[in-house]
């Protein structure tokens, strides 16, 4: 049973006319629920995210979550579950972390939010000096949005607005198309969509999207092709550094990201990193450009900036980039884009305590061990299996690609169930399961993740018939 603390406004009934009726105590402030009235309740009042609503209402595993500690998960009823994929790729230092908790209960003692528009806060202030100077040098400016998807569509918003004040519109007004690569994902807003290469979530928005020049993946030379082709056409270049991750973690070759980078400055087009996924440690480093020494134009962040705690995203900018929007405000050169709760302090602090507990902790030091054990316990457990066919890691992203099943089977879809079943949430991409848990995670549990992984492939493997044996 699950005690709820609700608020209703004097007057309005507990339930809409037609609804189940749910079990409620004393003056209705306070309501006892079991897992299966929460979930009665779900079907009637939410839409969930990247789910089909059918499936999920006829679903009969699905899971109430109500408490978190450390990488540990727990449902209505009580049950543990490992964080197998940092609560989606967010959560860095674990649930309910004593100094970011304390950092947050602080904050809200003096002020919840205030607007940055005319005004700042010191938040604000301390979390922009604190990430330049840990992100790449040359990133000199920080333009806080609300999340990954935001981040994105400022800096493409940023980088079409700096060429017009450049050059004069007028000039060029052919550079309107952003070169991306093949199977790219940057989020769902309509810049960011624009911007994908993924069919599944993209290809219905097609007729709203502005134009791209697709590259593949990892290959410098189709890079340098398209660049070609459009520079002259080309606002920006975006990439996921290093890895593709919603593609199905996707991992580029050595020497790709910098040969990228030099392609850019030779064109002179603008270079994007979007490191909302790679960022705050996921790669072994504190972000991917560093592996390659590579300094973007504009940097995307988000997910791990808060440690999982709060919305929050900063799009970070060379000096050149900035010092094209000032002016005298009759010029109309200011970035007019904004949001409700930019640099909200609340967030400002969650992500200031995550910097610190990096530093205290020695979080990307600390690691690389794990990151090395892995790798390994991947090669010995999962890759062998007869139904796997590639494990993609880097840091402590991986991807498990299976094959040989029908893709109406939802294999993918199947083994996060039976892995459900034995203690650990994951997620699949189609038939990519997908394993980025916290990185705080220790190596016992890291170990029991990758075991119960192998079990539920083996277990739903069980259960489906191979294609080539149908055939």
Not at 142 to 154: K, L, Q
Not at 251 to 265: E, I, W
Not at 377 to 393: C, K, Q, Y
Request: charged residues 25%; proline residues 6%; aromatic residues 6%.
């Amino acid at each position: 049973m699950v005690t709820i603390l609700t608020v209703r406004a004097p007057g309005r009934p507990a339930q809409a006319a037609g609804r189940t009726s749910v079990p409620t105590e004393g003056t209705g402030t306070v309501r006892r629920m079991d897992s299966i009235s929460l979930l009665e309740l779900d079907r009637q009042v939410l839409w969930h995210p990247f789910t089909q609503q059918q499936g999920w209402r006829e679903e009969d595993k699905r899971v109430v979550i109500t408490r978190a500690e450390g990488t540990t998960l727990y449902d209505a009823d009580g049950r543990p579950y490992i964080d197998g994929v940092s609560s989606l790729w967010c959560n860095v230092h674990g649930h309910r972390h004593p100094h970011i908790d304390r950092a947050v209960r602080e904050q809200l003692d003096r002020m919840a939010h205030s607007t940055m528009l005319g005004l700042t806060h010191p938040p604000a202030i301390l979390l922009a000096e604190r990430l330049l100077a840990l992100a790449p040098s040359g990133l000199t400016r920080v333009f806080y949005s609300d999340n990954g998807s935001t981040a994105v569509e400022v800096a493409l918003k940023m980088a079409y607005q700096w060429w017009a004040q450049r050059r004069g519109a007028e000039s060029e007004p052919q550079r309107t198309g952003y070169v991306r690569l093949r199977d790219a994902y940057h989020g769902d807003t309509i810049g960011s969509v624009s911007v994908g290469g993924i069919d599944t979530f993209h290809a219905c928005y097609r007729p709203l999207l502005f134009e791209t020049f697709e590259a593949e993946p990892g290959d410098a030379a189709s890079m340098q092709a398209v660049l070609e082709r459009h520079h002259e056409r080309t606002v920006a270049v975006i990439v996921e550094p290093l890895v593709q991750g919603a593609a199905g973690m996707i991992v580029h070759p050595p020497g790709y990201l910098r040969s990228v980078r030099k392609l850019c400055d030779r064109f002179g087009v603008p270079l994007i990193c979007d490191e909302v996924a790679v960022g705050f440690g996921r790669t072994g480093r504190m972000f991917a450009c560093e592996h390659e020494g590579v300094t973007p134009d504009l940097m995307c962040v988000a997910k791990g900036l808060t440690g999982g705690y709060l919305p929050l995203a900063a799009t970070l900018a060379r000096e050149e980039i900035y010092e094209g929007f000032l002016g005298q405000p009759e010029e109309l050169r200011s970035f007019f884009h904004g949001h409700t709760y930019t640099g909200n302090p609340l967030a400002c602090a969650a992500a200031l305590a995550t910097l610190e507990v990096f530093e205290q902790e020695r979080t990307i030091e600390r690691l690389q061990g794990k990151i090395e054990r892995l790798h390994e316990w991947l090669d010995e457990l999962v890759a062998p299996l007869p139904s796997v066919r590639e494990v993609r890691t880097r840091g402590m992203m991986c991807g498990i690609e299976l094959e040989g099943f029908d893709p109406a089977e939802r294999m993918g879809h199947q083994v996060t169930l039976a892995a459900r079943e034995r203690g650990a949430i994951i997620r699949p991409l189609g038939d990519v399961v997908v394993l980025m848990p916290p990185l705080a995670i220790a190596e016992s549990t890291l170990r029991r993740l990758v075991e119960v992984t192998a079990e539920a492939i083996t277990a739903a493997g069980a259960l489906n018939t191979p294609l080539a044996a149908a055939a």
